[in-house]
């Protein structure tokens, strides 16, 4: 080795000391977020072992664990989450391709905003639950009125949230674009979708947390299977432990859904020049 290649090795090499300080960064950042939820339970499992609370109605992490590990044991769990997983992705498909169509219309068109904004902006006044005995006399109890009320909570941040954004487009980026007589189809793939997908990705985890709200009502429309109807069942037979562990399953499902979502967008938001 030449001692210019030894002075480089005693130095080591910037280029793989940053790398291997950004993988630890970026395994630090998920530990980071656990910090404060695996503090409150420490924390509530430590009041309860000392005897400052009974801890039977709010049972402590050991007991929900527990209770965790049993329906696992029965595949009751896995069966259930599988159930509510797949109405919300259905619900969630139905809402976000609804809801863009008509966002993106609405966004573009001052005619088709003027038309069906002011109905859809009513609409979305009403409290999800006033849909339930609606859909119920529509379409019965059974699958297909659960996932149209979770598309009806997905539909409205997601419109709202595209209409917004296309609304909010800098004006001097369209002049430019009609300057260099780019097309109606060009202007959307060159400037309008770059300037809205930022706002469009925010609306669709927004949109995917409302429909995981709406079906836990979803799941109270006569549901037997499913991660709401866990919540019933520890209600009638007096189980706290089983609706926290229904509460916290919730809760992972739902992260994991708007990390997933998060994940496949960050190759397409690259570009952003942003404060991170």
Not at 84 to 104: E, K, N, P, S
Not at 153 to 167: D, E
Not at 173 to 192: H, N, P, Q, Y
């Amino acid at each position: 080795m030449s001692v210019v290649g030894m002075t480089i090795a005693a130095e080591g090499n910037p280029t793989r000391e940053r790398a291997v300080a950004n993988r630890w960064a970026r395994l630090a950042r998920p530990a980071l977020g656990l910090l404060l939820p695996v503090a409150a339970a420490l924390l509530w499992e430590t009041i309860v072992r000392m005897g400052w609370a009974s801890g039977r109605l709010a049972p402590p992490p050991s007991v929900i664990f527990a209770t965790f590990v049993d329906l696992a044991r029965t595949g009751e769990l896995q069966r259930n989450t599988l159930v509510t997983l797949a109405r919300v992705a259905a619900g969630f498909g139905i809402g976000v391709v609804i809801a863009t169509v008509l966002g993106a219309a609405a966004g573009y068109s001052p005619l088709v905003r003027r038309l069906l904004d002011p109905s859809l902006q009513a609409l979305r006044a009403i409290p999800s639950i006033a849909w339930v005995p609606l859909f119920i006399l529509w379409l019965g109890i059974f699958e297909a009125s659960k996932v149209t009320l979770i598309a009806v909570g997905v539909f409205f941040p997601v419109y709202l949230g595209l209409m917004g954004a296309i609304q909010s487009v800098d004006r001097k980026l369209v002049e430019v674009g009609r300057t260099f007589r780019l097309s109606d189809v060009a202007m959307v793939r060159r400037i309008l979708l770059p300037a809205v997908l930022p706002a469009y990705v925010i609306s669709l985890r927004s949109g995917l947390g409302l429909g995981w709200m709406f079906v836990v009502a979803a799941e109270l429309m006569g549901a037997s299977e499913g991660l709401g109807y866990l919540l019933i069942d520890g209600q009638e037979l007096g189980k706290p432990a089983e609706i926290i562990a229904a509460i916290v399953a919730f809760a992972i499902v739902g992260k994991s859904t708007d990390w997933l979502i998060a994940l496949t967008a960050a190759p397409f938001l690259r570009w952003e020049d942003v404060v991170r």
